[in-house]
């Protein structure tokens, strides 16, 4: 029930201005308060405090979209590089990590593209057709850089003074390749930006400097041979012979004959724009996609289609495949030529067959695909894609699936940046339990996990389905999108708000989702959905009760724009099963006034609930749901937060537009008040620690052509600021991290991870140092021989028929095995080797024994010889049977199965001596590859007379064999040796 108004102490911020609160008053311990170094200027003849500003350490942890540059494999397929900003990162091929990082030197100037802070982003990159080892990159600052990737040194650097677009090279033209660049232009927007990128000229550039700059670090080409103009480009190829060069730009394809540049481009007209480009590998023809979705092959790489006719443009003849409803991204043929491999929007790789127009497809990859790489090696094919949330997926060619995919952090701006202004709100938080933080994904309806100590994608949550492509001709629909995300304190429960947009044919959605974190394994699962919490208005405010805290005592609290203050509780009910089952329903509902609430927030303790409801903020004590104290700010027409400060829960700090209210709730007073010429972003308390960090905004100047961010820290003591720290960007959301997380900072410092304007998560504060990832730098490449890739005869003949010979035991080798015998689960997996590379198995018994059984004492020996030639009773046998054998620690557990497989073993290979080593014969004896016939199943015996005795008998089973040497004593009977008497060690 709602408690009256008239019970509670109103406290307005007006009454404290007539009579300010010096710090000291308040202070519970004037020696606690730490000093503030500053510098101190005269103003006016009075003394002034100044704050130094600092810049904040920052580090990105992820890169915000996938890059223009297509991925390209190494000659042997082991490594493939992939752009990342200014540098070029090589990814293993088998493991998918990064194992070096390419990066221009620092003391690089843009040589023609000014000074955007966007001008060194590598746009292409080419293998040196005369040197598989060395790398061609060319970037916006105008440079054409050689490396040599595995020492990861830079060979050379040639400046165009141009912004490169694309590079192009064959091996037929040695010394030469071939750049898209934009070239200067008179030509502006009605913004007044220049468009550069639409005046694009082809040049031939030679690798080879001049004898100026021959010696110095940065060289200039001895010859540059412009070929033609065209619009912004989006492909750029030379043909397999190297006889053609061809460009797309606009709705034009540029025809050219590398043995005549002087000639010039042919054009030949597209009705849609051109998207992708990509040559046929053996035969004189290309294709191309357009903005509709069709693909192209053209057949017009011929000298007679070639000539120029003035004022008349020329169509060539075409073969169209149409399938895709969005523009065709990115096209790439097979190694033999007989298939198409096309993506786009869709998120669906399509593959044509050229000869009959049959096509197949892989869905849902994840994300629009933005470029796509063959691997072709002696091994299986394989299809590498680039998707649009900087994600790679490995597709295998046999049988269509997806076999493997390489992620960091998936966000797209292109379709996370398209969000209503109604819906500003980023969601972000980090979970204890597992060290993880949990980040809004590529598409705006879920959520994904990331580990920033391994920097490794873990899960990705979709907490609304939806669909994620519509049809081009229709209305774009919206999908639901995950607002707010809260997590307890115990790291079990985690709220997520999604909501969809209504319009005139559907209305409005709102779910409030509560999931639990399931310790085995390791992911969220959904426990109560409660569909329209606060009706059809949005929800403005949740938070869970802090603490660890039981499920009896734990409260989520929400509110609303329909007005209205709700908390949640977990119910227990038990099943029929003799189960609890546990879900959340509503505890009580609440209002004050006519007010719409705008944010709630919990004390540490969880004894106070604040609520931000227009221009007060009024407390309440969640066990009773009774009104305490209304705190009044009249200066700020709408509070739009409302945190409590520090440990204790005394503070309350209180924002609006551009003002920060500082409330001291045991002193029942108004601390200070901090208003800021800038608006202000949000306000961000100290996990621990009583200061808070304001974020204002500073807008673009003629100086920085970006917004920036400027955080000020502040201590409940004075409204001066501690420090006042700078960002160069904008943030969408940002949260404090605990100093006990997973990032190593100063306990008392701001450490806080954000995400910026343009999409790329970033974590910040006061001295923050992230340990560096394997592979950011340059390092030199070593091929890894424990790696291999999986082919079509591993699924054959088993990984171990791959496996190094050299550690195969066998006749060789015996001895040296010997020496060092096998252990463990080794002994069981000699028997996991195919059979036709396995050795005979009486060179493999003595060895597989002895690592199962260990060798006698030798005292225990020389009695054993003393007593060889005796005849031993029962009792001496119960004697020797008492002592126990020391058997080698085995990894798994033997069966009875197996127990009785081990027994067959002894009575045909322990019992009798081993038979001689002998050629192959074809009529008996072995078999060619050293296996005994009688392994098989019986064997006849030789033709032999019935009347001459067997020379040494025969097992029971009837079984042959031939002794290698004759007895010490003959024996007078054929029957094998009883248990009672006791054989000698060893036969063999």
């Not at 990737?149 to 071939?178: C, M, N, R, W």
Request: aromatic share 6%.
């Amino acid at each position: 029930m709602p408690v009256a108004v008239d019970r509670t102490r109103t406290m307005t911020a007006s009454a404290v201005h007539a009579s300010p609160l010096k710090p000291s008053q308040h202070a519970s311990n004037p020696d606690t308060q730490t000093p503030n170094p500053r510098k101190r200027r005269k103003a006016k003849g009075k003394e002034v405090e100044e704050v130094e500003v600092e810049a904040w350490s920052w580090k990105s942890l992820t890169d915000s979209s996938a890059s223009r540059v297509p991925p390209i494999f190494t000659r042997d397929g082991s490594y493939f590089f992939s752009a990342s900003g200014p540098s070029v990162k090589i990814h293993s091929v088998a493991t998918g990590e990064v194992v070096s990082t390419l990066t221009p030197p620092p003391s690089s100037v843009s040589a023609g593209a000014g000074s955007s802070q966007h001008s060194d982003i590598v746009t292409s990159a080419i293998l040196n057709p005369h040197n598989p080892f060395q790398l061609i990159t060319g970037s916006l600052d105008g440079y054409i850089r050689v490396w040599d990737f595995l020492d990861a040194s830079l060979l050379q650097t040639i400046g165009v003074s141009l912004p490169i677009f694309h590079l192009a090279a064959h091996e037929a033209l040695k010394g030469y390749v071939f750049i898209a660049a934009a070239r200067p232009t008179k030509k502006k927007t009605k913004a007044g930006v220049a468009t550069a990128e639409d005046n694009v000229v082809i040049l031939r550039v030679s690798l080879t400097p001049n004898a100026a700059t021959a010696s110095s670090s940065v060289q200039t080409s001895s010859e540059i041979v412009g070929v033609g103009k065209t619009r912004s480009t989006t492909g750029l190829a030379v043909s397999p012979s190297g006889a053609w060069l061809v460009a797309t730009a606009g709705h034009k394809a540029y025809v050219c004959q590398t043995a005549n540049l002087s000639a010039g481009f042919t054009k030949f007209v597209s009705p849609e724009r051109l998207t992708c480009l990509a040559f046929h590998p053996s035969e004189e023809y290309f294709a191309t996609g357009d903005a509709s979705g069709c693909i192209r092959l053209w057949y017009c790489l011929n000298e007679s289609a070639t000539v120029k006719t003035p004022g008349v443009e020329k169509t060539a003849q075409t073969t169209t495949l149409h399938w895709h409803a969005h523009a065709v991204s990115s096209l790439a043929f097979t190694a033999n030529g007989a298939y198409l491999l096309s993506g786009g929007e869709e998120a669906v790789l399509v593959i044509w067959q050229l000869h009959t127009g049959k096509k197949e497809f892989v869905p849902r990859v994840g994300s629009p695909i933005v470029h796509i790489a063959l691997l072709s090696t002696s091994g299986e094919e394989e299809y590498l894609l680039t998707l649009a949330d900087a994600s790679f997926v490995f597709v295998r060619a046999s049988t269509l699936k997806i076999s493997r995919s390489i992620a960091r952090i998936k966000l797209d701006p292109a379709i996370s940046h398209d969000r209503p202004s109604s819906s500003t709100n980023v969601p972000i938080a980090v979970h204890s339990l597992s060290s993880t933080l949990i980040l809004p994904s590529s598409h705006p309806s879920s959520l994904q996990t990331f580990s920033p100590s391994s920097s490794k994608l873990v899960s990705e949550l979709e907490v609304s389905p939806s669909n994620r492509v519509s049809k081009r001709d229709d209305k774009p629909l919206q999908p639901a999108r995950v607002e707010r995300t809260v997590l307890s304190d115990s790291g079990d429960w985690m709220a997520t708000v999604d909501t969809r947009e209504g319009d005139d044919s559907f209305k409005p959605e709102v779910y409030l989702k509560i999931w639990q974190w399931d310790r085995k394994s390791g992911f969220w699962i959904l426990n109560t959905r409660i569909d329209r919490p606060h009706g059809s208005k949005r929800v403005s405010g949740i938070a869970f009760r802090p603490g660890m805290r039981s499920t009896d005592d734990l409260l989520l609290a929400t509110v609303g724009e329909d007005g209205n203050i709700k908390s949640w509780r977990v119910r227990s009910v038990k099943t029929k099963s003799d189960g609890v089952e546990e879900f959340w329903v509503a505890r009580s509902t609440l209002r004050f006034r006519t007010e719409i609430p705008t944010d709630v927030s919990w004390s540490p303790d969880g004894s106070l609930l604040a609520v931000s409801v227009g221009s007060h903020v009024a407390i309440y004590e969640p066990d009773t749901n009774a009104l305490c104290q209304v705190l009044t700010c009249p200066d700020s027409a709408t509070v739009s937060s409302v945190h409590f400060v520090g440990s204790s829960g005394r503070y309350l700090a209180v924002s609006g537009a551009r003002d920060v209210f500082l409330w001291d709730l045991v002193f029942q007073s108004l601390r200070w008040r901090h208003h800021s010429s800038s608006a202000i972003e949000r306000v961000v308390p100290h996990p621990t620690e009583e200061q808070i960090a304001i974020m204002e905004r500073v807008p673009a100047s003629t100086t920085a052509d970006v917004s920036t961010t400027k955080a000020l820290v502040l201590s409940p003591y004075s409204s001066a600021p501690v420090s006042i720290r700078t960002l160069p960007f904008q943030l969408r959301s940002v949260v404090a991290v605990p100093s006990s997380g997973f990032f190593p900072t100063d306990p008392s410092g701001f450490t806080l991870v954000g995400i910026t304007d343009a999409w790329s998560v970033v974590v910040f504060g006061d001295d923050v140092q992230l340990p560096e990832e394997e592979g950011a730098s340059a390092q030199g490449i070593t091929q890894d021989a424990t790696v291999t890739k999986r082919t079509l005869f591993h699924d054959i003949f088993g990984a171990s028929a791959f496996a190094d010979l050299a550690t195969v035991p066998g006749p060789s080798t015996v001895a040296a095995t010997a020496v060092q015998p096998w252990k463990g689960q080794d002994i069981a997996e000699i028997f996991d080797a195919p059979a036709h590379l396995t050795p005979p198995l009486e060179l493999l018994f003595d060895t597989v024994m002895d690592g199962f059984l260990a060798e006698r004492p030798e005292e225990d020996e020389q009695e054993a010889e003393a007593a060889d030639g005796e005849e031993m009773e029962v009792d001496e046998d119960v004697e020797e049977a008492d002592r126990p054998l020391k058997a080698a620690p085995l990894d798994r557990v033997v069966d009875r199965q197996e127990m009785g497989g081990f027994v067959e073993l002894f009575m045909q290979f322990a019992i009798k001596a081993p038979p001689p080593r002998s050629t192959p014969q074809i009529n008996g004896g072995h078999k060619p590859n050293g296996v005994p016939p009688h392994l098989n199943g019986a064997h006849p015996a030789p033709p032999t007379p019935k009347a001459t005795p067997k020379p040494n008998g025969a097992l029971p089973n009837g079984h042959a064999y031939t002794p290698s040497r004759p007895p010490a004593t003959p024996q007078a009977d054929d029957t094998p040796a009883k248990a009672g008497k006791k054989r000698k060690k060893s036969l063999g």
